[in-house]
């Protein structure tokens, strides 16, 4: 039997010397990374660093096969590598049996008890934020998002015990470093060792933060006292190969990993949701008509959580059409076989589910925002496996999935029903892509809604 040779990986074209396609990225990397799905098949290489392969996997099976079969014999890639160099080594930036290990390590603090205990501080911290939102005046939704992201992220894993000037700062230099990563991500690494002040400021930032929750690590240490949050847990953890608690900097590693890649996350599918709910007439009623069915005016708890289909399929659209992930990626250790190819050592594989979650090849109308979709008889039709990947799949998926699906429904959930949202005709709302896939622009008129629609917690 003869053997057919695969067919020759095509390159993206436009790479420059030195920069490789990186100005293609930086004018426009959703463009770019959408526009190789329409030229190309279902592998393309295109240059983020000069000497280096990285190849664009476009194909759902070959994906699968990337993140499940491959996993355990694949390193992290460079967008990790990077956010280990630049926030320290954590179970989000770790490969092989150091992953495994952390993993296991953090696991008990996104378990199941912890996350429920997690719902009434997360209810408060959006109630909260609710009460400083001015009827009748236009909100940066996104902007609020943020803040909202990080006061429940300060309140879960330092149980609020940070004072506001702390606060403050931390939120500021927060969005200086999250948006500062993507970049890094994108530009040759000699890019970043240039004396300019976006380098410096991404430095200072950074430095500030860890500073901050190191500080918040020692004082805990020091009090002896455990506070029911994460970062008391963390504490309690040890590590598995020496038996001693995680140090001070181990914690703060995760923490700092975790605070740049769940908040900017959170943030972004909060906004979009939103915004596709203040557009969407027929789904604002039905999300509303389901919340009042089921809580029946008092405020949400994490028992309600399985309850609520509706607003489940409303999420589950959000994170396809309005995915946050652009560039995730991996490389070989070994030669390795993906489909038919032969993938050389130390090369690049990157999957972008932003693109992935809208081509019309697995999701009909994919620029349509249709709840519906999910319906189980539906689904048969307009879901192809392997196209829809919110947090990843196999050994590396999200470790914070179901947190972060528990802060999604918990503020929607408290907002909807507090406040009525108006996207100003004029307005247009594009996607555009830093650390995440995030609105251009989203500012909405506030408006409060009739009568009470929710019991304030006694």
Not at 412 to 441: C, H, L, N
Request: proline content about 7%; aromatic content about 6%.
């Amino acid at each position: 039997m003869t053997l057919v040779a695969p067919p020759p990986i095509p390159r993206a074209a436009g790479s420059v010397p030195l920069l490789g396609h990186a100005i293609q990225l930086i004018r426009d990397n959703l463009g770019f990374i959408a526009s190789l799905r329409t030229n190309y098949g279902p592998l393309v290489e295109i240059t983020l660093q000069p000497g280096t392969r990285t190849l664009i996997v476009q194909d759902p099976d070959l994906i699968r096969t990337m993140l499940t079969d491959l996993g355990p014999s694949l390193d992290k890639g460079r967008f990790f590598e990077k956010m280990g160099q630049l926030l320290g080594d954590s179970v989000v930036t770790a490969a092989g049996q150091e992953h495994v290990r952390k993993r296991r390590q953090l696991q008990p603090a996104f378990g199941r008890p912890e996350i429920a205990g997690y719902v009434d501080t997360m209810r408060g911290a959006t109630t909260a934020a609710l009460d400083t939102w001015n009827p009748g005046r236009r909100l940066d939704v996104r902007e609020a998002m943020v803040g909202l992201s990080l006061d429940m992220l300060a309140q879960t894993v330092f149980a609020g015990s940070l004072d506001e000037a702390t606060f403050l700062r931390l939120r500021k230099d927060l969005s200086v470093v999250m948006n500062g990563v993507g970049a890094r991500v994108m530009l040759p690494d000699w890019v970043e060792r240039l004396p300019l002040p976006f380098n410096r400021r991404f430095t200072a930032a950074r430095d500030a933060v860890r500073a901050t929750i190191d500080r918040a690590v020692t004082d805990l240490q020091d009090s002896e006292q455990d506070n029911g949050d994460m970062l008391s847990l963390l504490l309690r953890t040890t590590d598995e190969e020496t038996g001693q608690p995680l140090t001070g900097h181990q914690i703060s590693s995760e923490i700092l990993t975790l605070a740049v890649a769940g908040t900017e996350t959170t943030a972004s599918v909060l906004s979009w949701a939103l915004y596709e709910i203040a557009r969407n007439a027929d789904v604002e009623r039905q999300v509303l008509d389901e919340l009042d069915r089921v809580l029946e005016g008092r405020p949400i708890t994490f028992a309600d959580l399985p309850h609520l289909p509706y607003l489940d399929r409303v999420i589950r659209e959000t994170l396809r059409l309005h995915h946050t992930g652009w560039l995730v990626t991996r490389r070989t250790i070994t030669r390795t076989r993906l489909g038919p190819w032969s993938i050389p050592p130390g090369t690049e594989l990157a999957y972008c589910q932003h693109a992935l979650h809208r081509d019309p090849a697995f999701f009909p109308d994919p620029l349509v925002f249709d709840p519906d979709r999910w319906l189980d008889e539906s689904q048969a039709k307009a879901f192809t496996p392997g196209a829809f990947l919110p947090f990843g799949a196999g050994k590396h998926k999200c470790i914070g999935d179901r947190f972060a699906l528990t802060e999604l429904v918990t503020a929607i959930a408290t907002i909807v029903r507090r406040v009525r949202f108006e996207v100003p005709p004029d307005q247009s709302v594009r996607p555009v892509a830093q650390a995440t896939v995030r609105p251009s622009t989203l500012l909405m008129d506030v408006h409060r809604r009739g009568g009470a629609t929710e019991q304030k917690p006694h």
